[in-house]
């Protein structure tokens, strides 16, 4: 897309945020303006060994509706942690680096805020659940002024409502017995209810994008499900949209709504979470599906993606397009555009993106961000 193509989508989407908090527009109508918008995200951070910048995202495009549920997935390193972290504006800056994009809440761009904005945005119009809650908890504040603390900053209410907030967050999130658990310690917590405070923590102030970074890593199953569900309640009565960050496709299959799947700082596949898993179209993506163990798929030795990576076959599968990727099996990479970036996002069919190889007959075509008004039919 041109970047004059770029300023044209998101001007008009300025003007459907404005008109959105304005409340000039019906409910159906103001769900399908997204809440959050990336768009050709790019984050660097400098090398300690003094070699060249370690491109960390690279052109991330996503979009994030009302009361919708976009799961981030991918391995370790992909890039996943870091854009939600930009949408929050905590990434250290030195050593990290926007380097070109932006991030549109509510018409705003939140690259080019000051900290002092941020704080108006952060922690209560888009929250985060960490995935490490014993690094995120200072332990030498008790649970109740770390909570209350997050409600003081961002809601106008003295020391009895902003307890009464609290513990009512508590109770949400399934912790009994809360007024006591007030004055007791992160230390004196669990792994799976430190876990249960930070979700407490971000959802107290009512936000309007929740990112939740392995939001269940430390809980056994039950009460994993139990948090799963809440959050799909909360989504219902608060038209909050979740940007969910997990490795486990399980749980991708169960609440998502729409999936991207990310490697090495780019998007590769981009798609509603059934069309994706009835039929993954990137040879990445169905890496990672056969790289799962099945119950009655008896064999010596698992599935690897490279397996699947390093076929030449698995990228001969859509027509006019090769899917891309940075070590290609040989006589399959195609001759790229020159002087521009090899990879480019393709909407391969209606709403269906697939990271590919900019060729020269790519170069020469418009290509659509992605921007997928899709909620599943069991909310």
Same mark, same amino acid.
């Given at each position: 897309?041109?970047?004059?193509?770029?300023?044209?989508?998101?001007?008009?989407?300025?003007?459907? #945020?404005?008109?959105?908090?304005?409340?000039?527009?019906?409910?159906?109508?103001? $769900?399908?303006?997204?809440?959050?918008?990336?768009?050709?995200?790019a984050?660097?951070?400098?090398?300690?060994?003094?070699?060249?910048?370690?491109?960390?995202?690279?052109?991330?495009?996503?979009?994030?509706?009302?009361?919708?549920t976009?799961?981030?997935?991918?391995?370790?390193? &992909?890039?996943?942690?870091?854009? %939600?972290?930009?949408t929050?504006?905590?990434? #250290?800056?030195?050593?990290?680096?926007?380097?070109?994009?932006?991030?549109?809440?509510?018409?705003?761009?939140?690259?080019t805020?000051?900290?002092?904005?941020? *704080?108006?945005?952060?922690?209560?119009?888009?929250?985060?659940?960490?995935?490490?809650?014993?690094?995120s908890?200072?332990?030498?504040?008790?649970?109740?002024?770390?909570?209350?603390?997050?409600?003081?900053?961002?809601?106008?209410?003295?020391?009895?409502?902003?307890?009464?907030?609290?513990?009512?967050?508590?109770?949400?999130?399934?912790?009994?017995?809360?007024?006591?658990?007030?004055?007791?310690?992160?230390h004196?917590?669990?792994?799976?209810?430190?876990?249960?405070?930070?979700? #407490?923590?971000?959802?107290?102030?009512?936000?309007?994008?929740?990112?939740?970074?392995?939001?269940?890593?430390?809980?056994?199953?039950?009460?994993?499900?139990?948090?799963?569900?809440?959050?799909?309640?909360?989504?219902?009565?608060?038209?909050?949209?979740?940007? $969910?960050i997990?490795?486990? *496709?399980?749980?991708?299959a169960?609440? #998502?709504d729409?999936?991207?799947?990310?490697? %090495?700082?780019?998007?590769?596949?981009?798609?509603?979470?059934?069309?994706?898993?009835?039929?993954? *179209?990137?040879?990445?993506?169905?890496?990672?599906?056969?790289?799962?163990?099945?119950?009655?798929?008896?064999?010596?030795?698992?599935?690897?993606?490279?397996?699947?990576?390093?076929?030449? %076959?698995?990228?001969?599968?859509?027509?006019?397009v090769?899917?891309?990727?940075?070590?290609?099996?040989?006589?399959?990479?195609?001759?790229?555009?020159?002087?521009?970036?090899?990879?480019?996002?393709?909407?391969?069919?209606?709403?269906?993106?697939?990271? &590919?190889?900019?060729?020269?007959?790519?170069?020469?075509?418009?290509?659509?961000?992605?921007?997928?008004?899709?909620?599943?039919?069991?909310?």
């Amino acid at each position: 897309m041109s970047p004059s193509a770029v300023k044209t989508s998101h001007d008009q989407s300025t003007q459907d #945020a404005v008109r959105a908090m304005s409340g000039g527009v019906g409910s159906a109508e103001r $769900l399908a303006i997204p809440v959050l918008e990336v768009a050709d995200l790019a984050v660097s951070f400098d090398n300690s060994s003094g070699g060249p910048r370690i491109q960390a995202v690279n052109g991330v495009n996503m979009t994030l509706f009302p009361q919708q549920t976009l799961a981030v997935v991918g391995e370790s390193g &992909c890039g996943k942690s870091v854009t %939600a972290m930009s949408t929050m504006q905590l990434i #250290a800056r030195p050593p990290g680096r926007f380097d070109r994009g932006s991030i549109l809440f509510e018409g705003r761009d939140i690259v080019t805020l000051s900290e002092e904005e941020m *704080l108006s945005i952060r922690g209560g119009k888009i929250a985060m659940i960490f995935q490490e809650p014993m690094t995120s908890l200072n332990p030498v504040y008790n649970i109740g002024d770390q909570l209350m603390e997050a409600i003081f900053l961002h809601q106008k209410v003295g020391p009895d409502e902003a307890k009464r907030i609290a513990v009512q967050a508590m109770k949400d999130v399934g912790i009994k017995k809360p007024e006591e658990r007030l004055a007791m310690y992160p230390h004196q917590f669990s792994g799976g209810m430190r876990q249960r405070v930070m979700i #407490a923590m971000a959802l107290a102030c009512r936000p309007k994008v929740l990112l939740a970074d392995e939001p269940t890593t430390a809980l056994d199953v039950t009460i994993q499900a139990q948090i799963l569900e809440l959050l799909r309640e909360l989504q219902r009565t608060r038209d909050m949209g979740i940007m $969910l960050i997990t490795h486990n *496709l399980g749980v991708v299959a169960e609440n #998502a709504d729409v999936v991207c799947v990310m490697y %090495a700082g780019r998007v590769v596949e981009y798609a509603n979470v059934f069309e994706l898993f009835d039929e993954p *179209l990137h040879p990445y993506t169905r890496g990672l599906f056969r790289s799962i163990p099945m119950l009655r798929d008896t064999r010596e030795r698992l599935v690897t993606i490279k397996d699947v990576t390093h076929d030449p %076959a698995e990228f001969r599968k859509i027509p006019g397009v090769i899917p891309w990727w940075p070590d290609m099996p040989a006589g399959v990479r195609p001759e790229g555009a020159p002087g521009r970036d090899e990879h480019v996002l393709v909407e391969v069919r209606p709403n269906r993106w697939v990271g &590919c190889w900019r060729t020269p007959e790519l170069e020469a075509r418009s290509h659509r961000r992605p921007s997928l008004d899709y909620r599943r039919g069991d909310r």
